[in-house]
């Protein structure tokens, strides 16, 4: 463990002693506000059923994810090429962001039952906005010298695209990949909240309605896991793809 | 025969305050094979002329001649090469030089074969698979200028290529950029503000004006090739330097 880390450990643990202290003192229900101690007893026997229902979390999180990076990508291209489109779409998008997912996760589910295509969907829909802003900030922010060496080079608009502007837009992708990779998780959590056979939304809504609050809590510290596991993921995935936007600065 | 000619060239760019003459009436001419210097003070338009002679900037008035015809593709002929290196940092050295070569459509086994067998001439031998970051300023120039010079257009234009190169760099690089000259026998329009560089390198000089940019002089440089260092403190060198010195100043 390096010095980087000494700071958000004694922080973390400074925080877990105020709850817990808080509890002990005041002397709180246990259903009411479990103790992080309490909350530490119970996880190992939970963890079965956690990893049972995070299977399933945690595919809806990254297929949804993957669509959304699939979608982003092409309505960027797109609003690249096209102004039209460019002008038409992106209130489109905005008005998307405004609208909320909780309202309508439960029409997906009247739509395509409760098996995994709902929870896709609200991943994605919470997911590919960060993505396309990233994406087209990043294609703006492209070198014009260089868009204009490759044109006199005799470049088409695609390869111009494919060689210049998507490489140049890979640092803010992978911002934005970093932020929409955390929703994702949470995403697919409140899709199965409204509604599953199985996952940790569902598990948690159980454990909300039978005042089983250690198991709430250790659902949400598998949901925190696994955000911050695809965030390093992402991060190690970026500085292999992106050496040169780590390395200049060194 | 005339490789480039321009006729009475003007542009003006329109701004709040009303147009903003850039240049006045450029006429010149670069003869095949023939190496020949803009020299001016910065803001002359320089970079506007150029950008005007590869089909990226349109003229108000006046033509410009390729082997004798106005061009709609400039970049048949021409390449060009700018003041940054604008090599691209996702790409090796040698995938950055084979650019041009890909994007004729050239398949990378060939264009590659062909850069190798380069690579001591440009000094990056034993760099082909370093990143642009890895490299030192000068070596950066030595690989923007290749990527230019494999192009195989018969007309290079070099945006004051050694602008940001130190002094010694700088003179390595000229010798040097006049070996390469002599070796692939190419048609060069070069921009500098150096009046001992373009002396040194040039079989003619034209001087341009404060904004709006217009020719000022045109100089014969008849300077025996090929160059060798001790000429710069020749009576006649001296004799060449001072007249356009005399000229910028008036």
């Not at chain 1, 008005?95 to 439960?106: C, E, H, K, W």
């Not at chain 1, 056979?197 to 709430?216: E, W």
Request: hydrophobic share 50%.
């Amino acid at each position: 463990m390096g010095v980087k880390y000494r700071y958000p450990l004694i922080f973390t643990a400074g925080f877990l002693l105020l709850w817990e202290s808080y509890v002990y003192f005041t002397g709180k229900e246990k259903w009411l506000l479990p103790a992080p101690s309490d909350i530490a007893a119970a996880f190992p026997g939970m963890l079965p059923l956690l990893v049972e229902h995070g299977r399933y979390t945690l595919l809806a999180a990254v297929v949804g994810f993957a669509l959304a990076i699939a979608v982003a990508l092409l309505l960027a291209v797109l609003m690249d090429i096209s102004p039209v489109l460019r002008q038409g779409i992106y209130p489109l998008l905005v008005i998307s962001q405004t609208i909320p997912i909780i309202s309508v996760a439960p029409l997906f589910i009247i739509w395509f039952g409760y098996g995994l295509l709902p929870k896709v969907i609200v991943v994605a829909l919470v997911c590919f906005f960060p993505l396309v802003v990233s994406v087209i900030q990043g294609m703006e922010a492209v070198d014009r010298d260089m868009v204009n060496l490759l044109r006199v080079m005799g470049a088409s608009t695609w390869q111009i695209i494919k060689e210049v502007k998507l490489p140049a837009a890979l640092p803010s992708f992978f911002a934005g990949l970093k932020i929409a990779g955390t929703y994702s998780i949470m995403g697919a959590v409140i899709g199965e909240w409204l509604g599953a056979a199985k996952g940790l939304g569902l598990f948690m809504t159980r454990a909300m309605h039978s005042y089983q609050y250690d198991r709430l809590f250790s659902a949400i510290i598998v949901v925190s896991l696994l955000s911050v596991l695809l965030f390093m993921i992402i991060e190690v995935i970026g500085r292999l793809v992106i050496p040169w936007h780590y390395k200049k600065g060194e | 025969m005339s490789k480039l000619k321009l006729v009475e060239v003007t542009k003006s760019y329109s701004t709040k305050e009303g147009p903003l003459p850039v240049l006045e009436q450029i006429s010149l001419e670069v003869r095949g094979n023939q190496f020949v210097s803009l020299v001016g003070p910065s803001g002359c338009g320089k970079s506007t002329l150029f950008n005007i002679i590869c089909g990226l900037v349109k003229q108000d008035s006046g033509s410009i001649l390729l082997e004798g015809e106005e061009k709609t593709k400039p970049g048949d002929l021409i390449s060009y090469m700018p003041q940054k290196d604008l090599l691209l940092p996702w790409r090796r050295v040698i995938d950055n030089v084979i650019l041009p070569l890909k994007l004729a459509g050239v398949s990378t086994a060939d264009a590659v074969r062909e850069a190798m067998g380069l690579m001591d001439v440009f000094g990056l031998k034993g760099f082909e698979r370093r990143y642009p970051w890895e490299l030192s300023g000068g070596m950066r120039q030595r690989a923007a200028l290749m990527r230019t010079v494999l192009a195989k257009k018969d007309i290079l234009l070099l945006d004051e290529p050694f602008g940001a190169l130190d002094a010694i760099t700088r003179f390595k690089m000229q010798s040097w950029l006049l070996q390469v000259w002599h070796r692939f026998k190419r048609t060069v329009l070069f921009i500098t503000h150096d009046v001992e560089e373009a002396v040194y390198l040039s079989d003619k000089i034209y001087v341009l004006s404060q904004r709006p940019g217009r020719i000022k002089l045109e100089v014969d440089v008849p300077l025996a090739r090929p160059r060798i260092p001790g000429m710069i403190t020749g009576a006649h060198f001296v004799k060449i330097k001072e007249k356009i010195l005399k000229s910028i100043d008036a």
